[in-house]
């Protein structure tokens, strides 16, 4: 008879998107590339095999330094040298540190942890390992002082040599020497605990003396004493005119080194980082991006290093006051063919071929697709901007049964939702209104005749039903249809008697 009715209404949103990063390409690993000096962590695993064969061909020595130490090819390899009669000394970091920060900054599952302790128990009698709680550089040197050849790594020796974003640096033999002046340095003067025995730690006497400081304007350092890593940055950084490339894991927003960056990006150099996607860079990322910087990530960067027109280097350590201040870190700054090279893998390659690009504030407009909340990061800050968001309304009954699109619409309050719509789609149902409960029909007074005793015919009023049916209730009127075909009748009854049309 009276059907129901659709109606929708789109309401745009003009509410930007929240800090975050947008996806512009699917996330794939690195590729390995073609050079003999920088080295990129790919599926051909070229970097974890120059380390494995840099330990292979030692004659004499091996030193090895990395925060995380679980990578089973590299270890094997470690343990044969020893076997050999080669002498292998050992960095890394104090148990109790890779507890505290792996699971938070470096993005490694705690198994990692137990790996790595697992590896110390393989490598325990066998090599000379010392460790302490700053200990973050990632190198690898052979025969320093008979034919010195090495390699410095922004990953760690374990599964970031198979699975994360990473360079590795292959060193010139006065550069693989100075690198090892400054292990040698900070075993000696600098190390904690010294590795005992499975699972036993022993802490450091004294040195007999201090290793003398190597000299070499290539190898940048951090260490107790020392930041001439952190003066390379600066120096690199402020010396951009026209273009400043930097990749880096960890970077604190109030870092000078990261207020150079951002100085720069507002002076109008073409600023582009290169970071992962995480909660812990977002205050960072967002004062780069508002000054006017290209901030651009992958799920699994680790790398770190600066290109500019001032040159170029790569690193171990983050742009943190725990890396760039304090810790043990080393850096190389490359030469010219080595800072070309870098310069085409991070402005070529990651700048065409990384996922995520991050976002202050976009127009919901201007991207459709999936999002990573800059607060949340990967592991549950995924989220979606889609075309349109339907919500169905709780249904709408209309004043008046002939009038339907008069009914007014009903609060239209945005759900709670993990998605990012573009529009929402508001629906609901206008239906009918039905005679309420408890009214009472208004009858008509009419006269009929009727034959009374006798045969004799007389007038008499009763009261009927109207056609159509009318009733009241609490002072309202209410004429009711019952078939289609009365249409008009109960329009003008209505209209007559200023009533509502309803339903049965």
């Not at 679980?70 to 020893?82: C, F, G, T, W, Y």
């Not at 705690?110 to 009698?125: F, S």
């Not at 709680?133 to 970031?160: E, Y």
């Not at 009711?480 to 009748?489: F, G, P, S, T, Y």
Request: charged share 30%; net charge positive.
């Amino acid at each position: 008879m009276i059907d129901p009715i659709r109606r929708t209404r789109v309401v745009p949103v003009s509410e930007p998107l929240p800090p975050c990063w947008l996806r512009r390409n699917r996330t794939a690993p690195d590729i390995d590339g073609r050079s003999k000096v920088l080295l990129r962590v790919g599926p051909g695993g070229r970097l974890r095999q120059a380390l494995v064969d840099t330990v292979d061909e030692a004659t004499e020595v091996v030193l090895v330094a990395s925060f995380l130490l679980s990578d089973e090819a590299l270890a094997d390899a470690l343990l044969h040298a020893s076997k050999r009669g080669k002498r292998v000394y050992v960095l890394t970091a104090s148990g109790d540190k890779l507890s505290k920060y792996v699971p938070d900054e470096e993005g490694f599952e705690k198994r990692m942890v137990e790996e790595h302790k697992r590896l110390l128990d393989r490598l325990a009698g066998r090599v000379l390992l010392r460790s302490a709680d700053h200990f973050h550089a990632k190198l690898l040197v052979a025969d320093p002082q008979t034919n010195p050849r090495g390699w410095i790594s922004t990953a760690n020796f374990n599964k970031a040599l198979r699975e994360s974003v990473e360079l590795g640096v292959r060193l010139r033999p006065e550069t693989a020497a100075a690198v090892a002046g400054w292990f040698s340095y900070v075993f000696w003067s600098e190390a904690e605990h010294e590795l005992a025995g499975k699972g036993r730690l022993a802490r450091v006497r004294e040195p007999p003396g201090v290793p003398r400081l190597p000299e070499a304007d290539d190898v940048v350092v951090t260490t107790r004493e020392h930041t001439t890593l952190r003066a390379q940055a600066l120096r690199l950084v402020e010396g951009a005119r026209r273009e400043l490339l930097v990749a880096c894991f960890g970077l604190d927003a109030s870092h000078p080194v990261v207020d150079a960056i951002v100085a720069k990006a507002k002076s109008g150099v073409n600023v582009t980082v290169f970071t992962r996607p995480r909660p812990a860079v977002r205050d960072a990322a967002m004062r780069l991006a508002e000054a006017g910087a290209t901030v651009l990530a992958h799920d699994k960067l680790h790398a770190k290093a600066i290109v500019s027109e001032a040159g170029a280097m790569v690193m171990s350590a983050n742009l943190e006051p725990n890396g760039l201040d304090t810790g043990f870190e080393v850096g190389v700054v490359l030469d010219a063919s080595g800072e070309r090279e870098l310069r085409r893998i991070l402005a070529g390659d990651w700048a065409k071929r990384f996922p995520w690009s991050f976002a202050p504030s976009a127009n919901r407009e201007d991207h459709l697709g999936e999002i990573c909340l800059a607060d949340r990061g990967l592991r549950d800050g995924c989220r979606e901007v889609i075309d349109e968001k339907p919500v169905p309304l709780p249904p709408v009954t209309a004043y008046d049964a002939l009038r339907l699109d008069d009914a007014p619409e009903p609060e239209m309050r945005a759900p709670q939702t993990q998605e990012f719509p573009r529009r929402w789609r508001f629906e609901w149902e206008v239906r009918p209104p039905r005679l309420p409960k408890g009214a009472k029909e208004r009858l008509r007074e009419v006269e009929r005749e009727k034959k009374g005793k006798g045969g004799k015919v007389k007038t008499a009023k009763t009261r009927v039903s109207h056609d159509p049916p009318v009733f009241e209730h609490r002072g309202q009127v209410f004429v009711v249809l019952r078939d289609a075909a009365q249409i008009e009748r109960v329009r003008a009854a209505a209209a007559e008697l200023d009533a509502r049309v309803v339903l049965p």
